[in-house]
């Protein structure tokens, strides 16, 4: 087979031609597992390799490591075949990869400003172990110049290796909001950049392979600030959403309803969701990037003030349709359906139904029985324990299983009158009164409203 520096489109025709060649995955989040469904499925060999090892140990049973189940049954039947492996050692993952994919996103400190240093060591450990001759595809989320500074400089300081000469360096921004489902990248447009020439060929010419919608860039920074708009611009339309969302509240009416009426390509930036993390880190990354610049975005800002205080309104919606039910905030268990990660929604309206003197109940669908996360005392293990005598329960994740939730059987394990306070607009108003809930939503108003 041909050294991937000298790839061409023919090299690639052919299932039987991609098998000789090890893609690995570095990252195993939502957009690591859509890489490696997308290049087993493509004829690959595919490694897979995190940090965190109840992931992997999730990743090899395929069971509760995605957000979505036809992502999950795929990768099961990738594994059978022999044609996705997982790997809890770096260094051989990357060693091992003709095709290295790093598909890690940067971080934020408690103060929304850029922390890279968990990034950078990422960076390190592939750097030790880069092959000569392999093509590195940065899928992640960072910084403006990060890739060109950060990212090629440790490469090239830890392997030895020189950027465009020993190994091809390229940049495919992959980022999706969780307001829609991506259950595969076949009809999906990528967008990819690169450091050199070469790099851009044979990172288009790999891509292709996945999907025939690939967009070259003709410069690294513009793939960077072309995902960091789109993210803004969502942040943007969630933060309407949510003005208007408080509108109709106050004028009884359901907004989305209304938002159905609405003729757009992409409605489900429209909606007036707290489950946004992506988009808020990459609005976060986009104000400071401008701010090395001394540029101040006006508009960027406002969108994260106005979201960041949907949590504060998604608490008082929270107390306020308890309130109508003779409870009280301070004294009533709440049952959260979302997740464990610190840097999300869930934590933030966690710690501050806490502070407000109410019991948490966390359930998160990703874990297994058998996994306990440290510092999180709260943690349930099941649907059923987590709602066991709650006064309410809080619905924070949009995993696919909740939408068709049995409530009736909840139900019966909680307190009355029971509430169910869903704040991602994932739950039919209707169906959960029906059962004899006490439903409320953001958009949709407090207590038991048509």
Do not use: W
């Not at 060929?201 to 999907?211: E, F, I, M, Q």
């Not at 109508?324 to 268990?333: F, H, I, P, Q, V």
């Not at 996994?371 to 005598?389: A, H, R």
């Amino acid at each position: 087979m041909p050294p991937v520096l000298k790839l061409q489109a023919q090299d690639l025709d052919s299932e039987e031609k991609r098998a000789e060649y090890t893609v690995s995955i570095i990252g195993c989040g939502q957009n690591g597992l859509l890489y490696a469904d997308a290049f087993a499925a493509a004829g690959f060999k595919v490694i897979c390799n995190d940090d965190n090892p109840s992931l992997l140990k999730r990743l090899t049973k395929a069971k509760n490591c995605c957000v979505d189940p036809e992502i999950e049954a795929r990768l099961k039947k990738h594994i059978i075949r022999g044609n996705l492996v997982i790997s809890s050692v770096r260094k051989s993952a990357v060693s091992q990869g003709d095709i290295v994919v790093l598909a890690i996103n940067v971080k934020l400190d408690t103060k929304n400003r850029v922390d890279s240093s968990e990034l950078k060591a990422a960076y390190k450990q592939v750097g030790m172990s880069l092959k000569q001759g392999s093509l590195l595809i940065y899928g992640g989320i960072n910084s403006f110049g990060a890739v060109e500074t950060m990212l090629r400089e440790t490469l090239e300081n830890t392997s030895g290796l020189k950027c465009g000469k020993d190994f091809l360096l390229a940049y495919n921004p992959l980022q999706f909001s969780k307001s829609y489902t991506v259950k595969s990248l076949k009809n999906v447009e990528l967008i990819v950049a690169a450091t050199d020439l070469q790099s851009l060929n044979v990172a288009t010419d790999v891509l292709k392979t996945l999907t025939p919608k690939v967009k070259q860039a003709s410069h690294v920074k513009f793939a960077e600030l072309a995902v960091l708009f789109k993210m803004a611009q969502h942040d943007a339309c969630t933060a309407l959403a949510k003005e208007l969302a408080v509108f109709c509240e106050s004028a009884g009416m359901d907004y989305f309803k209304v938002q159905k009426l609405i003729s757009d390509d992409d409605n489900s930036s429209f909606c007036p969701t707290v489950d946004e993390e992506e988009n808020r880190k990459g609005t976060y990354l986009l104000i400071e990037s401008a701010e090395n610049f001394n540029v101040k975005l006006r508009l960027p800002a406002l969108s994260r003030q106005i979201n960041e205080e949907v949590i504060k309104y998604a608490i008082n919606l929270t107390q306020e349709t308890l309130r109508g039910c003779d409870k009280s905030l301070r004294r009533a268990k709440v049952a959260v359906i979302g997740s464990t990660n610190q840097d999300t929604a869930t934590a933030r309206y966690i710690n501050a139904v806490i502070a407000k003197g109410a019991k948490v109940a966390l359930y998160d669908p990703l874990l297994t029985k058998s996994e306990n996360i440290e510092g999180q005392p709260f943690l349930k293990k099941s649907l059923n324990e987590t709602v066991e005598s709650a006064d309410c329960i809080v619905i924070l994740t949009g995993q696919e299983q909740f939408e068709q939730l049995n409530l009736r059987k909840i139900k019966t394990s909680m307190k009355r009158p029971a509430v169910l306070v869903d704040l991602i607009g994932i739950m039919k108003p209707e169906n959960v009164r029906i059962e004899g809930f006490i439903y409320c939503g953001i958009g949709r108003g407090i207590g038991d409203k048509s």
